[in-house]
């Protein structure tokens, strides 16, 4: 039997609960439990109608050259490892390093 999506989801809402909570009391300074769980309750609702916008810090980091630089490097590396001829050569001469 496949688990329905609220049986996957309800645990780790538990979780995000407990971490908003967590963070309400340490942040924000929050000591009274019942204030606690109205902010907890309303995050936890503004989530569920909005979502959160996505972090593409993976994508940012291939468009801007950041991880190409180093995957080029890499990809040099391994393949000078195997035949220095095969080195791909990237503006500057391949050294093998």
Do not use: H, S, Y
Not at 31 to 58: C, M, P, S, Y
Not at 73 to 90: H, K, Q, S, T
């Amino acid at each position: 039997m496949t688990p329905t999506m609220c049986q996957i989801c309800a645990p780790l809402l538990g979780r995000l609960q407990e971490a908003i909570a967590l963070l309400v009391r340490r942040k924000l300074g929050v000591t009274d439990e019942k204030e606690v769980e109205r902010i907890v309750w309303a995050v936890v609702e503004k989530l569920r109608r909005e979502g959160q916008e996505g972090t593409f810090f993976v994508r940012d980091a291939v468009k801007g050259g950041t991880v190409t630089k180093f995957m080029k490097a890499e990809i040099n590396r391994r393949l000078a490892e195997v035949d220095p001829r095969l080195a791909i050569r990237f503006g500057r001469k391949w050294r093998g390093r």
